[in-house]
């Protein structure tokens, strides 16, 4: 659809504004503010309708309507105060006024019927798109170098919007995204922002400079994808950051009946013009199933969601996935992590059955591909579970000697360093990390962790604002918050973080150390018998509850369960501070080697 209006016309189909002819850089949400309110032209839309509409039930704050449609004042050559074209209703919303045409037709409307025959052609398409834009990008930056005669070159992809009519193609951006990511790292002269510090944004309402200089890039690419019946339509914008500046704009339309021959042509392509293999073969478009990778970036789109729901939900796509190809040895190892996060979940019981399944599907992928440093550091947390340090030593280190380690790899390196007691370690794997990825989430909850086992309160919660910033609304988060204040002596925040926790069990558990704390005994008893009936599976976490009490032989005794029911987590809060409490009794030093804990563990030297 084409929409003019005094000297301006804006193109729905090629998401394009022209101002007197001239194309102008326009964010995607202000694009899509300038649409919804020139559709609906006749009448007036309250702010909530449009925080509805553009930002899908995101939490953003007030001001980000009004800067939007400031931002889409200026860019029309409006402003606040002729609201010659967007004009603001006192105390009901905002109105499209400008006399406005229509021209050309819509692409088709997006059939029900269609989706799901039509899915599976859709990746092949994405790569091949992302192939022309990081030839172009390649080409930018090669440009560059020449120009300058000094390379200082780095990217950051952001998640790709979802504009599809029923909004409902967002793991198809993501993996858009993130495919265009696993291209440009194999680039030597290329610094690339990982894809978890890239898509922390996602939710964000921040300018592109502003995200820019806080990854500390000079190159970000945003867009956007749009799948119709027969078509998908994929937008792409290369951005310099220190000026805002456009360095191209292009959007991409295809059929998707052609795409396997369009992909091989354009794969061709790529690799003459670049004189490189950005494909670890040639014939990557035949090896990949396209519905198999389909379900493939959904369970990894759940799983980032970090819900239990939203984990079993990935469950659900990654066995789907596996089910149409079930020789994909990234498929195995995903499998593997959902399962190994599912059972952190499991608070109620211990999961045989989930430890099995999880086990089973890291074997499976070590099978088709012993070689990769994701899969052999998810056997060596494996390995854990079962107290075998040598095994797990002996996979972390296999992992450990891949050169070119993703910032995945090093969060479950560091992970690992943590549940072996080398805090240190993994304080400094965590930082060296951060210093080129600064803004990670899960680094920064982690590495809270290590400072909170090593009473460093204050570097604790510096690392959990940093994490709280981005991920406020992740499992464990408010209860990590609380169980930090109520060790810094600030009972009344611990209780209103307590409070807030989502998941059930962990805010039983913050509150019954808030509860403690303060004073309470009958809320605290309370609470504590409510933990050993209902979750009598999570044992270290009830010993770590009568630690803190200083109930020291209740505190051995659910010790002794947790070794006996090898509970999956006690590797993890044997390091807790509220342990701290029973470190002077002789009983704790016979216990660390019962466990058989590494003689280089933290714990062994606190005596």
């Known amino acids: 659809m084409i929409y003019t209006f005094n000297n301006i016309e804006l193109d729905t189909n090629n998401y394009r504004l022209l101002v007197d002819g001239v194309m102008q850089p326009v964010e995607p949400q202000v694009f899509n503010l300038m649409v919804y309110l020139i559709q609906n032209k006749d009448k007036v839309l309250s702010r909530d309708e449009i925080l509805d509409h553009i930002w899908k039930g995101k939490i953003v704050s007030d001001s980000s309507i009004s800067n939007h449609i400031k931002t889409a004042r200026k860019v029309l050559g409006d402003d606040g105060v002729k609201q010659q074209i967007i004009k603001t209703i006192h105390s009901r919303g905002y109105q499209f006024i400008a006399d406005c045409q229509i021209r050309g037709e819509s692409l088709s409307n997006e059939s029900a019927d269609s989706t799901n025959h039509n899915n599976k052609y859709v990746l092949p398409v994405l790569v091949l798109i992302l192939l022309i834009i990081g030839v172009l990008v390649i080409k930018s930056f090669q440009t560059a170098k020449n120009d300058k005669g000094v390379l200082d070159n780095s990217i950051a992809v952001l998640a790709f919007e979802d504009l599809s009519p029923n909004a409902d193609q967002n793991y198809f951006a993501e993996g858009l995204s993130e495919e265009l990511l696993n291209i440009f790292t194999q680039i030597p002269d290329l610094r690339v922002s990982s894809r978890t510090s890239s898509f922390s944004y996602r939710d964000k309402d921040m300018r592109i400079e502003e995200i820019g200089k806080e990854l500390n890039v ?234 909170f086992y090593l009473d460093q309160l204050k570097e604790a919660f510096s690392s959990m604002n940093r994490y709280w910033y981005f991920y406020s609304k992740s499992h464990t988060t408010h209860g990590l918050i609380s169980q930090i204040h109520v060790a810094n002596g600030n009972n009344e925040k611990a209780q209103e973080y307590a409070k807030e926790e989502p998941n059930e069990f962990y805010k039983l558990l913050s509150e019954g150390f808030v509860s403690y704390a303060a004073g309470d005994q009958q809320q605290a008893d309370a609470i504590l018998n409510i933990l050993i009936t209902d979750y009598s599976k999570s044992a270290s976490s009830i010993a770590s509850l009568y630690a803190f009490r200083k109930e020291t032989e209740n505190a051995f005794k659910w010790l002794d369960i947790a070794f006996k029911n090898k509970d999956t987590e006690l590797l993890s809060l044997i390091n807790a501070h509220q342990f701290r409490n029973i470190w002077d009794d002789p009983r704790w030093q016979i216990y660390l080697n019962k466990i058989n804990l590494p003689k280089n563990h933290w714990l062994r030297k606190q005596i």
């Open 218 to 451: 000079k190159y970000i690419i945003e867009g956007s994808i749009r799948k119709f019946d027969k078509k998908l339509r994929v937008t792409a914008q290369l951005i310099n950051v220190s000026d805002g500046s456009h360095k191209w704009s292009e959007t991409y339309d295809y059929e998707l009946q052609d795409v396997f021959k369009i992909q091989d042509e354009i794969a061709n392509a790529v690799s003459e013009q670049l004189k490189i293999s950005l494909l670890t073969n040639n014939n990557q478009t035949v090896s990949i199933n396209p519905e198999a990778h389909s379900f493939y970036l959904q369970a990894l789109y759940y799983l980032g969601l970090k819900t239990p729901d939203d984990l079993n939900e990935a469950l659900k796509m990654i066995e789907q996935s596996i089910q149409i190809d079930s020789n994909n040895a990234n498929a195995w190892a995903l499998k593997s992590r959902i399962y190994y996060q599912l059972n952190q979940f499991s608070f109620h019981k211990r999961d045989n059955e989930i430890i099995k399944k999880t086990i089973k599907s890291v074997n499976k992928s070590k099978e088709l591909n012993h070689k990769s440093a994701m899969v052999n550091a998810q056997m060596a947390l494996i390995d854990l579970w079962k107290y075998d340090f040598e095994s797990a030593r002996y996979n972390i280190e296999l992992a450990m000697s891949v050169s070119d380690k993703t910032t995945s790899i090093i969060e479950m390196l560091a992970y690992y360093y943590q549940l072996t007691g080398q805090i240190e370690k993994s304080i400094e794997m965590l930082d060296q990390a951060m210093d080129k990825n600064p803004v990670v989430e899960d680094l920064h909850y982690q590495q809270a962790m290590n400072y």
